[in-house]
Nanobody, 113 residues
Framework: QVQLREPEEKRVQAGGSLTLSCAES???????????VAWFRQVQGKEREFVAQ??????YVAGAVRGRFTISEDKSKPTVLLQMNDLKPEDTAVYYC?????WGQGIQVTVSA
């Protein structure tokens, strides 16, 4: 279920950190029953690419961001978070939370040099 919200944009300088949540993208998610939750990102003019996945307590992070990005569950909300550290200009993209066939509203992340 997606709750429509105002498009969101987050800006940070290179080397900085940001945390995204599926909740702020308007997508309610649940990891019960082993359901997977993932984050993707898309640069204008390019295909959407996989960033990270959380499933049954295990995580998988794409090579381009491994060591800098972490996916985790915040059970207090509940929601799934994408913690992004040491951000680079090439991380600039629209980020999407995904579960099954549902997508949250994109969150624009802009990293300046």
């Amino acid at each position: 279920q997606v709750q429509l919200r105002e498009p969101e944009e987050k800006r940070v300088q290179a080397g900085g950190s940001l945390t995204l949540s599926c909740a702020e993208s308007g997508l309610g998610v649940s990891t019960s029953g082993g359901a997977a939750v993932a984050w993707f990102r898309q640069v204008q003019g390019k295909e959407r690419e996989f960033v990270a996945q959380l499933k049954r307590g295990s995580t998988y992070v794409a090579g381009a961001v491994r060591g800098r990005f972490t996916i985790s569950e915040d059970k207090s909300k509940p929601t799934v978070l994408l913690q992004m550290n040491d951000l680079k200009p090439e991380d600039t993209a629209v980020y999407y939370c995904n579960q099954d066939f549902s997508w949250g509203q994109g969150i624009q992340v802009t990293v300046s040099a």
